[in-house]
């Protein structure tokens, strides 16, 4: 391996780092003669630093030594076992015990990401007409206090937000806080999903309404009235202070597009769109975690 000293701080950053957990996930195979393989940790350190990078993987392989198809191999390896999915889920529990996550106030949304081919994908289904594009969807539940990830769910981009808040609130909710917030935007005003939070979280849910059809306004007896109101407001809370910090989840997506580059990627299909969305989600967690002193994971 080359010298890093003249490497991008969160490259040094993701090189200094430790996965042990990644031989426990994906132990080696008993031996079948042939040459030993590449380090998995090692392999994972660097697919995390090409998705902090953008790097090509020419440039990944040249500075780390291991051969392109290795890099190939085990990213697809990762995924098919789940290493991704259990890595991430591990980073939340440590989040949880340095208190990255406190359940209190948590946001929800979704972000579409273009097809790389500007066309119909393996996984991306029809033509999503709002965003004129054919995409994927990335459903994310954050602390809205940290910026924390705590849940998240990958679907084609013509998924509604409002059918995927109840399963991204389901995958949270050990690390939910009773009489808490669930912070969203318009798109998820449904009262389906304002009476689990109430029920199920014993929370309030941080929703605005809709606003009510012209056809409404001034006519008893229909939506929109006072009566009608007030039953959909049970269970939320109005407060700008609280409901603010619902852009923090946005911001959450700005960062690992910018920062980490999700969507920019060589790619096409839901399948690698699925490994480029942990990499750039691990690799975010391990940075806020590093701000702890964490060094080995």
Known sequence: MKDISH????VKLLLELEYPLIDQL???????????GYS???VFKWLLVKKATNWAYRTITELSGISHQTFIRRNQDFLRHH?????FHHLVKMAVNHGFIRGVKVALDSSFIHTYSSKRELGSDGWNGFKDAFGFKLHALIDAETRFPIALVITNGLAADCT???PLLQKAKRYLKKKGYVLADKGYDDSNIVNWIVKMLHSKAGIPMRKKSKLAKERKHRYGNLLNWRMKAAGRTFKKSIYTLRIEVERFFSQIKHTYHLGKEYCRGIEAFTKNVYLALISFCLTKLYGVGMRSF
């Open 7 to 10: 490497f991008p701080t969160k």
């Open 26 to 36: 994906l132990p080696r195979k008993g031996f079948i003669g042939g040459r030993i």
């Open 40 to 42: 998995k940790p090692l």
């Open 83 to 87: 290493v991704y999915q259990k890595f």
């Open 164 to 166: 995927l808040a109840i």
